[in-house]
């Protein structure tokens, strides 16, 4: 543990000096931090509207952007720290979502209206096949549960469950 402490304190002392790959290598060290940090207080609701990898940059660029202003004491400071402005950075993107205008809870699904008359629109399209990188990596999110939650089954049910829905 006191490796990892004295590796994020020099990562931060050269990031602070303008070092870029020190700040580089903070991202990949805590990124995934930042990331569960994140999805977990983002509701299903929230994940449907705002990407998490999206969240995980404006926060990692809030926190490189404001590590001149941080003095290191102790790894336990820096992720508290660093838990903070991810929590903030979400808390204003929320409140983003929730502004008058934009307020997603006045939301109307189009299934609840029919059909418009002469406009030549009937229905409503059908979803968008979208191959974003955050779509990619979102998939990728939902697999990696997935494997975990198959892996923590009992060698028979994941026989079954293997068999009869993936194969």
Known sequence: ?????????ELVI??????????EQLCRVHGERVRRIIRL???????????????VQDALILALGGLKDFTY????????????ITQ?????????LYTDKRDIRKEVRLENYGPTTGSG?????????????????????????????????????RKVIVLSKID
Do not use: H
């Open 1 to 9: 543990m006191c490796n990892l402490n004295q590796k994020t304190q």
């Open 88 to 96: 903030n950075a979400l808390r204003d993107n929320l409140d983003k």
């Open 41 to 55: 207080r983002m509701g299903k609701e929230i994940r449907s509207r705002l990407d998490s990898m999206d969240l």
């Open 14 to 23: 050269l990031a602070k000096e303008g070092d870029d790959s020190a700040l």
């Open 73 to 84: 004491k102790n790894e336990g400071d820096f992720l508290r720290w660093l838990s903070r």
């Open 121 to 157: 629109f009937v229905g409503t399209p059908g979803a968008i096949e979208a191959t974003t990188p955050s779509v990619i990596m979102s998939k990728k999110e939902d697999l990696d549960k997935l494997e975990k939650a198959i892996d923590e089954l009992k060698p028979d049910y």
